[in-house]
């Protein structure tokens, strides 16, 4: 599945935006699977957050995002982004993409096959 890297963490304050990004060492990665987003808060398991297919099918932790993340795909540029609005200091997390088969968007980090390293998003209240 190739290495995976994240990008676009930082240290924002409440209320503002951020966009990950997701990359993969091989550009077809992205394309032919199933790419998912997790968090994980310092003392916490970690969580899905949004996942998308390769069809474009996506899915969210309605209960943790609440329509605030949007996850997406560019295929010319061979990315999936995490844009996150309304940033809550609760959202603050280590953020993980991972690829999984292709299929449905999954929700168990146990379905996902290759990790990256995770970019760190601190939310100031």
């Known amino acids: 599945q190739g290495q995976l890297v994240e990008s676009g963490g930082g240290l924002v304050q409440a209320g503002d935006s951020l966009r990950l990004s997701c990359a993969a060492a091989?550009?077809?990665?992205?394309?032919?699977?199933?790419t998912g987003w997790f968090r994980q808060a310092p003392g916490k398991e970690r969580e899905f957050i949004a996942a998308i297919s390769r069809s474009d099918t996506t899915a969210y932790n309605s209960d943790s995002v609440k329509g605030r993340f949007i996850v997406s795909r560019d295929a010319a540029k061979s990315r999936v982004y995490l844009q996150m609005n309304s940033l809550k200091p609760e959202d603050t997390a280590v953020y993980y993409c991972?690829?999984?088969?292709?299929?449905?968007?999954?929700?168990?980090?146990?379905?996902?096959?290759?990790w990256g390293q995770g970019t760190l998003v601190t939310v100031s209240s």
């Open positions: 991972a690829v999984a088969q292709p299929g449905d968007p999954a929700r168990e980090d146990r379905s996902y096959v290759a």
């Open positions: 091989d550009r077809r990665t992205l394309l032919w699977y199933t």
